[in-house]
T-cell receptor, first 112, second 113 residues
C-alpha cells in the first residue's frame, strides 16, 4: 500500500531563517506531488506541483521554492522566512492521471 | 479564476439527523469531484469521490452531482458527534491539469448529542 510521510510535524522559526520541509511517498512510482498551505481559518492554497523529477510548477509567486530531487521526494524551501509564511503546510500525492489526493500529516509552521 | 464555493457554516445538527453540505463550482469543464473531511489540527482525508451526475452512496455518506447546475453536495445520514469536522469540497478541472484540485473554503459541521 502507498504511504506518504511528511516532517517535521511542528516547527517554530524566527523571521529571516531558512526553511526545509520534506515529503516522501512509498509504494508507488512516478506520483504527482503537491504542496499546499492552509492559513488559519482559510482554505487550501496550492503552492507547487510536480509531475516528475526536476519538474516544478509554481502556482503563486512567493517567498518559497520547491524541488524534486528523486521520484518520490518533494522538498519545500525558503531562504528567508517571513511572518506571512506561517501556516499549515500539506504535501499530497496522486497517481499520474489519477484523481483524488492523499495528504501527508502536515507541518504546522509558526514564524516568530 | 476557477472557484469552488461552500457555505462556511458552522452547520449544527443534532445527533441522528441528516447533515447536508453544499458546494458550487464555476468551471463547466470540471471532471471530478471530491469531499474531504478535516478534523481540527489534522490533514484532510478523502471520504467521497463522484464523477457522473446522480447519487453515489457509501455507508452513511451520499454524494450528489448535478453538472448542469454546477452543484455537488454531501449528505451524512444518522450524524454522529464524531462527524464534527470541516468538510472540504474539491474539484478537478477538465483537460491537462495534472490532477490539480481546487478546494472550497470548507464547511464546519458540528453534531451535538
Amino acid at each position: 500500500s502507498q504511504t506518504i510521510h511528511q516532517w517535521p510535524a511542528t516547527l517554530v522559526q524566527p523571521v529571516g531563517s531558512p526553511l526545509s520541509l520534506e515529503c516522501t511517498v512509498e509504494g508507488t512510482s512516478n506520483p504527482n506531488l503537491y504542496w499546499y498551505r492552509q492559513a488559519a481559518g482559510r482554505g487550501l492554497q496550492l503552492l507547487f506541483y510536480s509531475v516528475g523529477i526536476g519538474q516544478i510548477s509554481s502556482e503563486v509567486p512567493q517567498n518559497l521554492s520547491a524541488s524534486r530531487p528523486q521520484d518520490r521526494q518533494f522538498i519545500l524551501s525558503s531562504k528567508k522566512l517571513l511572518l506571512s509564511d506561517s501556516g499549515f503546510y500539506l504535501c499530497a500525492w496522486s497517481r499520474t492521471g489519477g484523481d483524488g489526493y492523499t495528504f501527508g500529516s502536515g507541518t504546522r509552521l509558526t514564524v516568530v | 479564476q476557477k472557484e469552488v464555493e461552500q457555505n462556511s457554516g458552522p452547520l449544527s445538527v443534532p445527533e441522528g439527523a441528516i447533515a447536508s453540505l453544499n458546494c458550487t463550482y464555476s468551471d463547466r469543464g470540471s471532471q471530478s469531484f471530491f469531499w474531504y473531511r478535516q478534523y481540527s489540527g489534522k490533514s484532510p482525508e478523502l471520504i467521497m469521490s463522484i464523477y457522473s451526475n446522480g447519487d453515489k452512496e457509501d455507508g452513511r455518506f451520499t454524494a450528489q452531482l448535478n453538472k448542469a447546475s454546477q452543484y455537488v453536495s454531501l449528505l451524512i445520514r444518522d450524524s454522529q458527534p464524531s462527524d464534527s469536522a470541516t468538510y472540504l469540497c474539491a474539484v478537478k478541472a477538465g483537460g491537462t491539469s495534472y490532477g490539480k484540485l481546487t478546494f472550497g473554503q470548507g464547511t464546519i459541521l458540528t453534531v451535538h448529542p
